[in-house]
């Protein structure tokens, strides 16, 4: 590969074109060595350590974050108390350094879900790396989402393992230790193990297996379909991007889990049966649609609507941190500081917005918000689209000429607050 594409030139328009080539559209597993250089390696092991310390600072419930010692996942309490009431990785350790702190000489695995969430700067580098890939191929319909594997827990816990239909990986290995993938192909792995998950009976199936070792700065591509397990002997860490395909009884669920988060109607009134159906409760509260809609056209707007969302957050599933979160702002307090600064709108990241009678609703970095409509928004939103540094005062100035400024400042602040634009 290195004959074919020079190493200034990865994640390029070329250099994918030549990865669809190599992998056969998406359906052949594949290692592309020395791939990410140094200064990628380093600061995405950077954002590693940034993840965890926001997880050990912002997630009480430990979602996203799964631990296993000596192969044996340990349960929340276990975790809260043996991980998360300890020191998150300090300023001055890398990986190593806090894997010798916290574990000594354990074998131990962590699997961080979400990593999109937890670190702003790690979502925008690695949608900057795909976006070639993305502006050939589409928009997963499902989204990315980034997992990252720690440890030197030798063969993966889980077990040989096939992923979900549709969900195909790209691994991003940073080290220091190497690692190997095995694969075995589904027909192949039917005859020999009946299609068993998560099957630990590992050492006889090994002689069947494709396998695929690689090594810091590697990427290593795998497509959904195929029967896989991991070995890492010594400590290293990888992360991995899915591209979320989904077949259409996933997609149907996704958007029936939106549905029921967005309309439907979460008071507490007991539903009885009686004879007289116009007094049935209803179960949707239905904002932004007329009344006589039905409810297919609800399915269809909430489907509108998940897209956009998307679309709004670079194509991730996850959304990020409010600053709110990370408490470093609060918007009711500190909408002001907007006044006379300059802002963009981070690139591949874009605002979408639908008018609906006297409202605006619009989407940003996932989240979707509510205001009362007035044109001039959708020209500012039209003019933070361009990814271009604009001074808030002379933004928001025609905006004033009929709502006060400090409306138009509060709305920025909405933006500012998810992470949709930054001060510059």
């Known amino acids: 590969m290195e004959k074919i594409i020079k190493k200034t030139e990865h994640f390029s328009k070329a250099w994918w074109d030549n990865f669809l080539v190599e992998n056969e559209n998406f359906t052949k597993t594949k290692v592309f060595s020395n791939t990410l250089n140094d200064k990628q390696v380093n600061k995405l092991n950077a954002e590693v350590l940034t993840i965890l310390r926001n997880m050990y600072k912002h997630n009480v419930n430990i979602e996203g974050f799964r631990f296993y010692l000596d192969s044996e996942e340990q349960n929340e309490d276990y975790v809260k108390e043996h991980i ?4 998150p990785p300090l300023e001055h350790e890398n990986m190593e350094q806090y894997a010798a702190r916290m574990f000594k000489d354990q074998k131990f695995a962590i699997i961080l879900n979400f990593t999109e969430k937890y670190s702003n700067e790690m979502a925008k580098m690695l949608r900057k790396m795909v976006d070639p890939l993305i502006q050939k191929m589409g928009y997963p319909l499902l989204g990315l989402d980034g997992t990252i594997f720690i440890g030197n827990y030798g063969y993966t816990p889980l077990g040989i393992h096939q992923d ?14 190497d690692k190997i993938m095995y694969n075995w192909e589904e027909d192949l792995y039917e005859e020999l193990a009946q299609s068993k998950p998560n099957n630990t009976n590992i050492k006889p199936l090994l002689k069947h297996a494709q396998k695929y070792e ?22 290293s860490v990888a992360v991995t991007l ?31 049966l009686d004879s007289d159906t116009s007094n049935v409760h209803p179960l949707l509260a239905v904002e932004n649609l007329h009344r006589e809609t039905s409810f297919l056209d609800i399915l269809d707007h909430v489907s509108k609507e998940y897209r956009l969302a998307i679309l709004s957050n670079g194509g991730w599933s996850g959304l990020p ?8 702002f609060d918007l009711d307090e500190d909408y002001g500081i907007l006044a006379g600064k ?9 605002i979408y917005s639908v008018k609906f009678e006297d409202e605006l609703t619009f989407f940003a970095r996932g989240y979707k918000m509510e205001i009362k409509y007035h044109p001039e928004l959708e020209n500012i939103i039209k003019r933070l689209n361009t990814h271009e540094v604009i001074a808030v005062d002379e933004l928001i100035k025609k905006l004033s000429e009929d709502w006060p400024v400090d409306a138009g ?16």
């Open 84 to 87: 998360f009431n300890k020191p």
């Open 164 to 177: 979900r239909r549709g969900e195909n990986v790209m691994h991003f290995h940073l080290g220091p230790g």
């Open 214 to 235: 690689f090594s810091t700065g590697d990427v290593y591509y795998m497509p959904w379909n195929k029967w896989h397990l991991g070995y890492s002997g010594d400590l």
């Open 242 to 272: 899915w591209f979320n395909n989904p077949t259409k009884d996933t997609y149907t669920k996704a958007m029936f889990r939106s549905l029921q988060v967005q309309y439907i109607n979460e008071d507490d009134t007991v539903l009885t």
């Open 321 to 328: 941190l409010t600053l709110k979160a990370e408490e470093t």
């Open 342 to 350: 300059q802002i963009k709108t981070p690139e591949f990241f874009k």
């Open 409 to 424: 400042l509060y709305f920025l602040g909405l933006l500012y607050d998810k992470k949709a634009i930054e001060i510059v």
